[in-house]
């Protein structure tokens, strides 16, 4: 699956973003979506995810009640809803999948405690920069 990361920009604290994740190619499967960032001279961190269906979701601390991550499974989208941005926000964000298959003998995914770990997502957006200004 190729992952497209778009809605980047420079905004004030306090102001909103919209970020979205367009998945193409083998959409047909499943998988566990999620938002990580990095920041210069950082490493690059958790910050949400959403599992196949869109019923769980996960976020870091950092993040909790000022981002919502949702998807659109018709439209293989995903999309980070970020409020009360604030200056340690800038980085640049990349959505990342990891498959959940989906068998007739069950279901085979990473477990929900792994969501907040990069190397566990085999497919990578290119990123996208987000700038917050004081």
């Known amino acids: 699956v190729q992952l497209q990361a778009s809605g980047g920009g420079l905004v004030q604290a306090g102001d909103s973003l919209r970020l979205s994740c367009a998945a193409s190619g083998r959409t047909s499967s499943s998988y566990i979506m999620g938002w990580f960032r990095q920041a210069p001279g950082k490493e690059r961190e958790f910050a949400a995810a959403?599992?196949?269906?869109?019923?769980?979701?996960y976020y870091a601390d950092s993040v909790k009640g000022r981002f919502t991550i949702s998807r659109d499974n018709a439209k293989n989208t995903v999309n980070l809803q970020m409020n009360s941005l604030v200056p340690e926000d800038t980085a640049v964000y990349y959505c990342?999948?990891?498959?959940?298959?989906?068998?007739?003998?069950?279901?085979?995914?990473?477990?929900?405690?792994?969501?907040?770990?990069?190397?566990?997502?085999?497919?990578w957006g290119q990123g996208t920069q987000v700038t917050v200004s004081s």
């Open positions: 959403i599992n196949w269906s869109g019923g769980d979701t």
């Open positions: 990342a999948a990891t498959p959940h298959w989906r068998t007739s003998g069950g279901d085979y995914c990473i477990p929900r405690r792994f969501y907040n770990n990069w190397s566990r997502y085999a497919y």
